[in-house]
Protein backbone atom coordinates (compact mmCIF):
# COMPACT_ATOMS: atom_id res chain seq x y z
CA UNK A 1 0.00 0.00 0.00
CA UNK A 2 1.09 3.58 -0.48
CA UNK A 3 -0.09 7.18 0.59
CA UNK A 4 -0.09 10.23 -1.69
CA UNK A 5 2.78 11.91 -2.82
CA UNK A 6 5.30 13.79 -0.49
CA UNK A 7 6.40 17.47 -1.26
CA UNK A 8 9.20 16.20 -2.55
CA UNK A 9 7.08 13.83 -5.37
CA UNK A 10 7.67 11.09 -2.93
CA UNK A 11 5.04 8.46 -1.75
CA UNK A 12 4.82 6.79 1.87
CA UNK A 13 5.41 2.67 1.05
CA UNK A 14 4.36 0.65 4.06
CA UNK A 15 5.56 -3.15 3.71
CA UNK A 16 7.37 -5.54 6.03
CA UNK A 17 10.67 -6.45 6.52
CA UNK A 18 12.75 -9.02 9.12
CA UNK A 19 14.30 -7.25 11.67
CA UNK A 20 17.47 -8.17 10.89
CA UNK A 21 17.49 -6.90 7.62
CA UNK A 22 16.24 -3.74 8.65
CA UNK A 23 19.41 -3.40 11.36
CA UNK A 24 21.77 -4.06 8.59
CA UNK A 25 20.10 -1.59 6.02
CA UNK A 26 20.37 1.40 8.65
CA UNK A 27 24.01 0.75 9.59
CA UNK A 28 25.12 0.32 6.08
CA UNK A 29 22.92 3.41 4.12
CA UNK A 30 25.03 5.25 7.44
CA UNK A 31 28.32 3.38 6.88
CA UNK A 32 28.09 5.26 3.26
CA UNK A 33 26.36 8.38 4.39
CA UNK A 34 23.01 8.15 2.35
CA UNK A 35 19.05 8.01 3.82
CA UNK A 36 17.83 4.83 4.23
CA UNK A 37 14.87 5.31 1.61
CA UNK A 38 17.57 6.73 -1.14
CA UNK A 39 19.49 2.73 -0.38
CA UNK A 40 15.73 0.83 -0.82
CA UNK A 41 15.30 2.70 -3.92
CA UNK A 42 18.50 1.84 -5.51
CA UNK A 43 17.60 -1.92 -4.22
CA UNK A 44 13.91 -2.03 -5.71
CA UNK A 45 15.33 -0.89 -9.01
CA UNK A 46 18.60 -3.46 -9.28
CA UNK A 47 16.07 -6.17 -8.18
CA UNK A 48 13.91 -4.71 -10.95
CA UNK A 49 16.02 -4.77 -13.62
CA UNK A 50 17.75 -8.44 -12.78
CA UNK A 51 16.95 -11.15 -15.41
CA UNK A 52 15.91 -13.36 -13.17
CA UNK A 53 14.40 -13.68 -9.59
CA UNK A 54 17.38 -14.53 -7.12
CA UNK A 55 17.83 -16.68 -4.29
CA UNK A 56 15.17 -16.43 -1.93
CA UNK A 57 15.80 -14.33 1.38
CA UNK A 58 14.63 -15.61 5.20
CA UNK A 59 11.40 -12.96 5.93
CA UNK A 60 10.57 -15.33 9.06
CA UNK A 61 9.24 -12.56 11.36
CA UNK A 62 8.98 -9.79 9.01
CA UNK A 63 7.07 -7.03 10.45
CA UNK A 64 6.35 -3.26 9.44
CA UNK A 65 8.37 -1.30 7.66
CA UNK A 66 7.88 2.29 5.86
CA UNK A 67 9.96 4.32 3.89
CA UNK A 68 9.55 7.19 0.70
CA UNK A 69 10.24 6.41 -2.63
CA UNK A 70 9.89 8.16 -6.41
CA UNK A 71 6.41 8.23 -7.47
CA UNK A 72 5.79 5.05 -9.47
CA UNK A 73 8.14 3.06 -8.80
CA UNK A 74 6.16 0.96 -5.90
CA UNK A 75 3.81 0.20 -8.93
CA UNK A 76 6.48 -1.00 -10.80
CA UNK A 77 8.23 -3.66 -8.32
CA UNK A 78 4.76 -4.71 -7.21
CA UNK A 79 4.14 -5.87 -11.18
CA UNK A 80 7.59 -7.18 -11.35
CA UNK A 81 6.97 -8.77 -8.33
CA UNK A 82 3.68 -10.68 -9.33
CA UNK A 83 5.68 -11.31 -12.61
CA UNK A 84 7.97 -13.35 -10.63
CA UNK A 85 5.36 -14.73 -8.16
CA UNK A 86 6.91 -14.15 -5.41
CA UNK A 87 5.35 -11.57 -2.52
CA UNK A 88 6.04 -8.32 -2.02
CA UNK A 89 7.51 -8.69 1.64
CA UNK A 90 9.71 -11.19 -0.55
CA UNK A 91 10.23 -9.07 -2.90
CA UNK A 92 11.25 -6.46 -1.11
CA UNK A 93 13.87 -8.54 1.12
CA UNK A 94 15.88 -9.02 -1.69
CA UNK A 95 15.86 -5.80 -2.93
CA UNK A 96 17.40 -4.76 0.29
CA UNK A 97 19.89 -7.68 0.62
CA UNK A 98 20.89 -7.17 -3.49
CA UNK A 99 21.70 -3.34 -2.51
CA UNK A 100 23.88 -4.66 0.63
CA UNK A 101 25.60 -7.18 -1.59
CA UNK A 102 26.53 -3.97 -4.18
CA UNK A 103 27.37 -1.63 -1.65
CA UNK A 104 29.97 -3.78 1.12
CA UNK A 105 30.96 -1.87 4.35
CA UNK A 106 33.36 0.36 3.25
CA UNK A 107 37.32 -0.04 4.60
CA UNK A 108 39.19 2.05 7.45
CA UNK A 109 41.44 3.88 5.36
CA UNK A 110 44.75 3.67 6.59
CA UNK A 111 46.99 6.77 6.51
CA UNK A 112 50.71 6.57 6.50
CA UNK A 113 51.20 7.64 9.74
CA UNK A 114 48.69 7.45 12.34
CA UNK A 115 46.75 10.22 13.63
CA UNK A 116 48.25 11.50 17.27
CA UNK A 117 46.26 13.10 19.54
CA UNK A 118 48.17 15.13 22.72
CA UNK A 119 45.80 15.53 25.35
CA UNK A 120 46.96 18.50 27.48
CA UNK A 121 47.36 21.20 29.69
CA UNK A 122 49.20 21.95 32.55
CA UNK A 123 46.93 21.92 35.18
CA UNK A 124 46.02 18.90 37.35
CA UNK A 125 42.50 17.94 38.31
CA UNK A 126 40.51 18.76 34.35
CA UNK A 127 39.41 15.45 33.24
CA UNK A 128 42.54 14.77 30.72
CA UNK A 129 42.34 11.05 31.51
CA UNK A 130 38.94 10.64 31.15
CA UNK A 131 38.52 12.53 27.68
CA UNK A 132 41.72 10.45 26.24
CA UNK A 133 40.30 7.35 27.88
CA UNK A 134 36.48 8.07 26.17
CA UNK A 135 38.48 9.26 22.91
CA UNK A 136 40.14 6.20 22.02
CA UNK A 137 37.05 4.21 23.22
CA UNK A 138 34.95 6.18 20.55
CA UNK A 139 37.19 5.85 17.77
CA UNK A 140 37.75 2.52 17.95
CA UNK A 141 33.96 1.10 18.33
CA UNK A 142 32.38 -1.42 16.18
CA UNK A 143 31.69 -0.50 12.75
CA UNK A 144 29.18 -2.81 11.89
CA UNK A 145 27.14 -1.56 14.95
CA UNK A 146 25.38 1.46 15.26
CA UNK A 147 26.11 3.47 18.73
CA UNK A 148 24.19 7.10 20.13
CA UNK A 149 26.17 10.45 18.68
CA UNK A 150 25.34 13.66 20.30
CA UNK A 151 25.63 15.77 16.60
CA UNK A 152 27.14 19.31 16.51
CA UNK A 153 26.05 21.37 14.12
CA UNK A 154 29.14 20.92 12.55
CA UNK A 155 28.45 17.28 12.02
CA UNK A 156 24.81 17.69 11.58
CA UNK A 157 25.77 20.00 7.98
CA UNK A 158 27.98 16.55 7.06
CA UNK A 159 25.33 14.05 6.86
CA UNK A 160 23.13 16.39 5.25
CA UNK A 161 25.58 16.89 2.64
CA UNK A 162 26.98 20.22 3.85
CA UNK A 163 23.97 21.75 3.33
CA UNK A 164 23.03 23.75 6.82
CA UNK A 165 21.13 22.10 8.81
CA UNK A 166 19.87 22.63 12.79
CA UNK A 167 21.69 20.21 15.15
CA UNK A 168 19.90 17.27 16.13
CA UNK A 169 19.99 15.45 19.25
CA UNK A 170 21.12 12.17 19.18
CA UNK A 171 21.68 9.98 16.14
CA UNK A 172 22.58 6.37 15.85
CA UNK A 173 25.50 6.24 14.00
CA UNK A 174 28.31 3.10 12.79
CA UNK A 175 31.44 3.00 15.34
CA UNK A 176 34.42 4.40 13.54
CA UNK A 177 36.39 1.08 13.93
CA UNK A 178 39.93 2.37 14.32
CA UNK A 179 42.95 0.34 15.60
CA UNK A 180 43.69 2.78 18.52
CA UNK A 181 46.60 2.70 21.01
CA UNK A 182 46.02 4.86 24.85
CA UNK A 183 49.25 6.07 25.76
CA UNK A 184 49.89 6.58 29.50
CA UNK A 185 52.47 9.61 29.85
CA UNK A 186 51.25 10.66 33.13
CA UNK A 187 53.62 9.14 36.19
CA UNK A 188 50.66 9.37 38.07
CA UNK A 189 49.01 6.67 35.78
CA UNK A 190 45.35 7.61 36.13
CA UNK A 191 44.89 6.05 32.65
CA UNK A 192 45.69 2.72 33.70
CA UNK A 193 44.28 2.89 36.77
CA UNK A 194 40.84 3.80 35.26
CA UNK A 195 40.81 1.47 33.05
CA UNK A 196 41.68 -1.76 35.46
CA UNK A 197 45.00 -2.27 34.26
CA UNK A 198 48.55 -3.28 35.56
CA UNK A 199 50.93 -0.37 35.92
CA UNK A 200 54.43 -1.18 34.44
CA UNK A 201 56.72 -1.77 37.76
CA UNK A 202 59.58 0.49 38.94
CA UNK A 203 62.24 -1.85 38.81
CA UNK A 204 65.65 -1.43 37.51
CA UNK A 205 65.11 -4.84 35.52
CA UNK A 206 61.58 -3.79 33.55
CA UNK A 207 61.46 -1.62 30.60
CA UNK A 208 59.12 1.45 30.67
CA UNK A 209 58.16 4.15 27.98
CA UNK A 210 60.58 6.40 29.77
CA UNK A 211 63.77 4.18 29.20
CA UNK A 212 62.52 3.49 25.64
CA UNK A 213 62.83 7.15 25.33
CA UNK A 214 66.03 7.88 27.50
CA UNK A 215 68.28 4.40 25.58
CA UNK A 216 67.75 2.37 28.84
CA UNK A 217 65.05 -0.08 27.46
CA UNK A 218 66.47 -3.48 26.59
CA UNK A 219 63.66 -5.03 25.11
CA UNK A 220 60.78 -4.44 22.20
CA UNK A 221 58.34 -1.95 23.16
CA UNK A 222 55.75 -3.71 21.73
CA UNK A 223 55.45 -6.33 24.35
CA UNK A 224 54.45 -3.53 26.98
CA UNK A 225 51.40 -2.95 25.40
CA UNK A 226 47.84 -4.84 26.30
CA UNK A 227 45.00 -5.04 24.80
CA UNK A 228 41.81 -3.63 26.76
CA UNK A 229 39.29 -6.39 26.44
CA UNK A 230 35.63 -5.72 25.49
CA UNK A 231 33.80 -7.11 22.75
CA UNK A 232 32.80 -3.59 21.31
CA UNK A 233 35.70 -2.45 20.87
CA UNK A 234 36.81 -6.00 18.82
CA UNK A 235 40.86 -5.85 19.75
CA UNK A 236 41.41 -2.45 18.12
CA UNK A 237 42.17 -0.65 21.50
CA UNK A 238 45.19 -1.10 23.35
CA UNK A 239 46.84 0.67 26.00
CA UNK A 240 50.83 1.12 26.67
CA UNK A 241 50.97 1.26 30.92
CA UNK A 242 52.15 4.44 32.88
CA UNK A 243 55.25 3.59 35.13
CA UNK A 244 56.19 5.60 38.20
CA UNK A 245 59.93 6.26 36.72
CA UNK A 246 57.77 8.82 34.66
CA UNK A 247 58.86 11.22 37.43
CA UNK A 248 62.62 11.21 36.71
CA UNK A 249 61.76 11.53 33.25
CA UNK A 250 62.83 15.43 32.40
CA UNK A 251 65.72 14.83 34.14
CA UNK A 252 66.46 12.23 32.52
CA UNK A 253 66.00 13.57 29.39
CA UNK A 254 68.19 16.34 29.51
CA UNK A 255 71.06 14.27 29.13
CA UNK A 256 69.28 12.62 25.66
CA UNK A 257 70.38 14.06 22.53
CA UNK A 258 68.01 15.45 20.82
CA UNK A 259 65.54 15.45 23.63
CA UNK A 260 62.52 16.41 21.95
CA UNK A 261 62.20 13.57 19.12
CA UNK A 262 62.37 11.01 22.14
CA UNK A 263 58.43 10.23 22.27
CA UNK A 264 58.68 9.79 18.73
CA UNK A 265 61.47 6.89 18.93
CA UNK A 266 60.15 5.18 21.29
CA UNK A 267 56.95 4.90 20.19
CA UNK A 268 57.41 4.28 16.46
CA UNK A 269 57.78 0.79 15.89
CA UNK A 270 54.29 0.65 16.95
CA UNK A 271 52.96 3.25 14.97
CA UNK A 272 52.47 0.62 11.78
CA UNK A 273 50.28 -0.91 14.26
CA UNK A 274 47.56 1.72 14.83
CA UNK A 275 45.25 4.39 12.97
CA UNK A 276 45.36 6.25 16.34
CA UNK A 277 47.57 7.44 18.85
CA UNK A 278 46.32 8.87 21.91
CA UNK A 279 48.61 10.18 24.31
CA UNK A 280 47.59 11.02 28.40
CA UNK A 281 49.92 13.92 29.33
CA UNK A 282 50.96 14.81 32.58
CA UNK A 283 50.08 18.36 34.51
CA UNK A 284 53.95 19.36 33.52
CA UNK A 285 55.36 21.78 31.75
CA UNK A 286 58.94 20.37 31.59
CA UNK A 287 61.23 18.35 28.68
CA UNK A 288 58.51 15.42 28.85
CA UNK A 289 55.53 18.04 27.64
CA UNK A 290 58.32 19.36 24.64
CA UNK A 291 58.53 15.87 23.53
CA UNK A 292 54.51 15.40 23.91
CA UNK A 293 54.34 18.28 21.73
CA UNK A 294 56.69 17.88 18.95
CA UNK A 295 55.46 14.41 18.51
CA UNK A 296 52.70 15.28 17.28
CA UNK A 297 53.63 17.93 14.99
CA UNK A 298 52.63 18.26 11.34
CA UNK A 299 54.57 15.54 9.84
CA UNK A 300 56.06 16.52 6.21
CA UNK A 301 53.22 14.25 4.34
CA UNK A 302 50.66 15.13 6.56
CA UNK A 303 47.16 16.88 6.38
CA UNK A 304 46.48 19.84 8.26
CA UNK A 305 44.62 19.23 11.57
CA UNK A 306 45.32 15.59 11.43
CA UNK A 307 47.49 15.75 14.35
CA UNK A 308 47.71 17.82 17.41
CA UNK A 309 47.06 18.74 20.89
CA UNK A 310 43.79 18.45 22.46
CA UNK A 311 43.50 20.93 25.36
CA UNK A 312 41.47 20.15 27.76
CA UNK A 313 40.13 22.85 30.50
CA UNK A 314 37.06 23.80 32.96
CA UNK A 315 34.39 26.40 32.85
CA UNK A 316 36.68 28.08 35.71
CA UNK A 317 39.62 30.68 36.20
CA UNK A 318 42.38 28.43 37.15
CA UNK A 319 41.99 26.22 33.58
CA UNK A 320 42.72 29.73 31.47
CA UNK A 321 45.34 30.42 33.58
CA UNK A 322 46.89 27.00 33.00
CA UNK A 323 46.20 27.00 29.35
CA UNK A 324 47.93 30.46 28.66
CA UNK A 325 51.32 29.00 30.13
CA UNK A 326 50.57 25.71 27.58
CA UNK A 327 49.63 27.85 24.81
CA UNK A 328 52.75 30.08 25.34
CA UNK A 329 55.01 26.75 25.56
CA UNK A 330 53.44 25.77 22.12
CA UNK A 331 54.34 28.41 20.45
CA UNK A 332 57.86 28.73 21.24
CA UNK A 333 58.77 25.24 20.24
CA UNK A 334 56.99 25.94 17.24
CA UNK A 335 59.02 28.99 16.80
CA UNK A 336 62.41 27.52 18.23
CA UNK A 337 62.13 24.46 16.14
CA UNK A 338 59.97 25.81 12.85
CA UNK A 339 57.44 23.08 13.12
CA UNK A 340 53.84 23.26 12.34
CA UNK A 341 51.68 22.09 15.13
CA UNK A 342 47.74 22.07 14.57
CA UNK A 343 45.33 22.72 17.63
CA UNK A 344 43.01 19.79 17.40
CA UNK A 345 40.95 22.19 20.01
CA UNK A 346 39.64 22.91 23.51
CA UNK A 347 37.58 20.64 25.29
CA UNK A 348 35.68 22.03 27.96
CA UNK A 349 35.22 19.66 30.23
CA UNK A 350 32.97 18.32 33.85
CA UNK A 351 30.60 21.40 32.41
CA UNK A 352 27.63 22.15 35.38
CA UNK A 353 25.91 25.47 34.80
CA UNK A 354 24.11 24.82 37.58
CA UNK A 355 27.29 26.27 39.07
CA UNK A 356 25.54 29.60 38.15
CA UNK A 357 27.75 32.96 36.56
CA UNK A 358 31.19 31.66 36.77
CA UNK A 359 30.70 28.23 34.58
CA UNK A 360 28.37 30.30 32.03
CA UNK A 361 30.64 32.93 31.61
CA UNK A 362 34.03 31.34 31.40
CA UNK A 363 32.31 28.41 28.98
CA UNK A 364 31.24 32.23 27.01
CA UNK A 365 34.75 33.04 27.27
CA UNK A 366 36.53 30.14 25.60
CA UNK A 367 33.87 29.44 23.22
CA UNK A 368 34.57 33.53 22.03
CA UNK A 369 38.33 32.08 21.78
CA UNK A 370 37.93 31.03 18.00
CA UNK A 371 41.23 29.95 17.21
CA UNK A 372 41.96 27.09 18.65
CA UNK A 373 38.14 26.75 18.75
CA UNK A 374 35.75 24.30 21.68
CA UNK A 375 35.73 21.32 20.28
CA UNK A 376 33.33 19.34 22.83
CA UNK A 377 31.52 20.78 25.74
CA UNK A 378 31.36 17.34 28.35
CA UNK A 379 28.56 17.74 31.22
CA UNK A 380 29.74 16.81 34.95
CA UNK A 381 27.64 13.70 34.55
CA UNK A 382 27.68 10.78 37.06
CA UNK A 383 28.47 8.01 34.38
CA UNK A 384 32.30 9.10 34.20
CA UNK A 385 32.85 8.70 37.87
CA UNK A 386 31.51 5.19 38.49
CA UNK A 387 33.14 3.98 35.69
CA UNK A 388 36.46 5.17 36.97
CA UNK A 389 35.48 3.48 40.75
CA UNK A 390 34.15 0.52 39.11
CA UNK A 391 37.44 0.42 36.68
CA UNK A 392 35.57 0.42 33.30
CA UNK A 393 35.83 2.30 30.26
CA UNK A 394 33.41 4.64 30.15
CA UNK A 395 31.57 3.36 26.96
CA UNK A 396 31.61 -0.10 28.41
CA UNK A 397 29.76 0.88 31.17
CA UNK A 398 27.59 3.22 29.69
CA UNK A 399 27.15 3.17 25.88
CA UNK A 400 24.24 4.97 25.75
CA UNK A 401 24.80 7.61 28.36
CA UNK A 402 25.01 11.37 27.55
CA UNK A 403 29.01 11.59 28.01
CA UNK A 404 29.51 8.40 25.71
CA UNK A 405 27.13 10.44 23.15
CA UNK A 406 29.25 13.28 23.55
CA UNK A 407 32.97 10.96 23.32
CA UNK A 408 31.71 9.57 19.93
CA UNK A 409 30.86 13.74 18.61
CA UNK A 410 34.33 14.77 19.78
CA UNK A 411 35.64 11.84 18.00
CA UNK A 412 34.29 12.68 14.71
CA UNK A 413 34.42 16.38 15.47
CA UNK A 414 38.55 16.18 15.17
CA UNK A 415 38.40 13.30 12.38
Known sequence: ??????SNDREKVVSKLPGWLRQ????????????????VEQGLEAWIALASTPGPVDTAGADSFSTFLPHGQWDRFRQTATDRRVSLTQGLAQSVQLWLEKNPAPSVRRAKHPRRRIVCNQKGGVGKTAVAAGLGEAFAE????????????????????????????????????RRT??????PQ?????????AEIPMDSGVDSLSKHMTGEAKGDIRDLVVPISDDRYGGRLDLLPGCQDGFL????????????????????PLEPLYDEVIVDCPPSLGLSMDAAIYYGRRREDEAAGSSGPLIVVQAEDSSADAYDLLITQIEDLRSDMGVEVD???????????????????????????????????IGDLTDQRKAVRLKQPLLSFAPRGEQAATMRALAREIS
Open 1 to 6: MSSPAT
Open 249 to 268: LDVALSKVRFREAALERALA
Open 24 to 39: NLKIRAAQHGIEIQAA
Open 189 to 197: RHLTKQLGL
Open 181 to 186: LLVDYD
Open 343 to 377: YLGIVVNLYDPRRGYIATSSLEAWIDIKDPKVVAV
Open 142 to 177: ESEALHPVRISRHLAAQLNGGEPSDPLDVEDLPGLG
